[in-house]
Antibody, heavy 119, light 106 residues
Framework: EVQLVESGGGFVQPGRSLRLSCTAS????????MSWVRQAPGKGLEWVGF??????????EYAASVKGRFTISRDDSKSVAYLEMNSLNTEDTAVYYC??????????WGQGTLVTVSS | DIQMTQSPSSLSASVGDRVTITCQAS??????LNWYQQKPGKAPNLVIY???NLETGAPSRFSGSGSGTDFTFTISSLQPEDIAIYYC????????FGQGTRLEIK
């Protein structure tokens, strides 16, 4: 059974940093692109970014709203994907979902972890 | 960037009704269009991929069609458990979601 479990969310002040983790199980982690999607309270879904497999050089892509502030990485030996978030602002407050990308669609999602940015 | 425009933003229908949601891309995305269902307090769930393929486990009353810039998601006979927000998502060039359609029972 595929499982994606996010951790690391919480309360953080504007301008600070936070790192989220996504621990995967039930599939060959190294064979799949992993992505992060977020959802602000009461709002729609917003793609954050993804990291491709080692076969594709572990290339990353980001949404314009987070480019330069957020970094996605992966540790295939541990089946973990990370989202490093810097220079956080109140607009980054959201539930952050870890997702598995199968080709061009998200076939599995984690339960999400809430990040609240507030002074 | 590719923009995705969903309509309507909300929809109220009766059990048994045929329900249709549309999604328009700002440029040709071939068939790289997926649909997700999100129930309150839950993560989204893939229901249609590559425009018209039914995801394993999704109800057969769900269907998708379209290509290029115009796409449709249809529920042939609305059931109470279909109450959710539905999102389209393109993956032709990076990833973009539509703004969502809230589906309610009349």
């Amino acid at each position: 059974e595929v499982q994606l479990v996010e951790s690391g969310g919480g309360f953080v002040q504007p301008g600070r940093s936070l790192r989220l983790s996504c621990t995967a199980s039930g599939f060959n982690f190294g064979d799949y692109t992993m992505s992060w999607v977020r959802q602000a309270p009461g709002k729609g879904l917003e793609w954050v970014g993804f990291i491709s497999t080692k076969a594709y050089g572990g290339a990353t892509e980001y949404a314009a709203s987070v480019k330069g502030r957020f970094t996605i990485s992966r540790d295939d030996s541990k089946s973990v994907a990370y989202l490093e978030m810097n220079s956080l602002n109140t607009e980054d407050t959201a539930v952050y979902y870890c997702t598995k990308l199968d080709g061009r669609y998200f076939d599995y999602w984690g339960q999400g972890t809430l990040v609240t940015v507030s002074s | 960037d590719i923009q995705m425009t969903q309509s309507p933003s909300s929809l109220s229908a009766s059990v048994g009704d045929r329900v249709t949601i549309t999604c328009q891309a700002s440029q040709d995305i071939s068939n790289y269009l997926n649909w997700y269902q999100q129930k309150p307090g839950k993560a989204p769930n893939l229901v249609i991929y590559d425009a018209y393929n039914l995801e394993t486990g999704a109800p057969s009353r769900f269907s998708g069609s379209g290509s290029g810039t115009d796409f449709t998601f249809t529920i042939s006979s609305l059931q109470p458990e279909d109450i959710a927000i539905y999102y389209c998502q393109q993956s032709h060039n990076l990833i973009t979601f539509g703004q969502g359609t809230r589906l309610e029972i009349k």
